[in-house]
């Protein structure tokens, strides 16, 4: 049973556009929020992470948009750009260490 | 240069052989964890370690074994009792505390036949 629901499976943007992708989850002990970017044949890298005490996390591009009551996190990728193309992980942990993942979004952007 | 080595990079055993995957990390990060990820399913987490002698099971880990003798190191066992070992294999590790960037391996695709 997966613990972090993950939409869409995959998505396909225009260059310049913007990647939504969504999480959902259900454990409240759940306070942290990575999301993480793999490219193919590689081990996934962090990309941006939140905490449940903020509700919006901006770096670059990548934007996090956290909803503590409706147990929704998402992620948003402005002026997608061709680099971007990857497949995008959410997850969730406790302060046990364990990292509970969704089960990944393939963004792919034309150019 | 710091980091994660999995050794190798694509490995293939006949079906009722164990196989030992390896990890090794130089960031001296004291929690290692072994994930495999299969198309459409995410990662699911096999085993972790918090310290050294130390290890506990994840989601997923009836049909393999780990040891964690060292730090640097955290081998991943897959034995013949595992039913569907063809997988990708991923490692990781982090400083101490839930709330620590997880750094990851490039993975060993395993192959059973």
């Known amino acids: 049973q997966q613990q972090v629901k993950q939409s869409p499976q995959s998505l396909i943007v225009q260059k310049g556009g913007i990647s939504i992708i969504n999480c959902a989850y259900e454990n409240t002990a759940f306070d942290y929020f990575p999301w993480y970017q793999q490219f193919p044949g590689k081990g996934p890298a962090l990309l941006i992470a939140i905490r449940p005490d903020v509700s919006e996390k901006k770096e670059g591009r990548f934007t996090i948009s956290f909803n503590k009551s409706a147990k929704q996190f998402s992620l948003h990728i402005m002026d997608s750009q061709p680099g971007d193309s990857a497949t995008y992980f959410c997850?969730?942990?406790?302060?046990?260490?364990?990292?509970?993942f969704g089960a990944g979004t393939t963004v792919t952007v034309r150019a | 240069d710091g980091g994660i080595t999995q050794s190798p990079k694509y490995l293939f055993r006949k079906e009722g052989q164990n196989v030992t995957l390896s990890c090794e990390q130089n960031?001296?990060?004291?929690?290692m964890y072994w994930y495999r990820q299969d198309p459409g399913q995410g990662l699911r987490l096999i085993y972790y370690s918090q310290i050294v002698n130390d290890f506990q099971k994840g989601d997923i880990a009836e049909g393999y074994s780990v040891s964690r003798e060292k730090k640097e190191s955290f081998p991943l066992t897959v034995t013949s009792a595992q039913k569907n070992p063809t997988a990708f294999y991923l490692c990781?590790?982090?400083?101490?505390?839930?709330?620590?960037?997880?750094?990851f391996g490039p993975g060993t695709r395993l192959t059973v036949t």
């Open positions: 997850a969730a942990s406790r302060s046990d260490y364990k990292l509970s």
């Open positions: 960031l001296n990060h004291d929690a």
């Open positions: 990781a590790s982090s400083m101490s505390g839930g709330f620590y960037e997880q750094y």
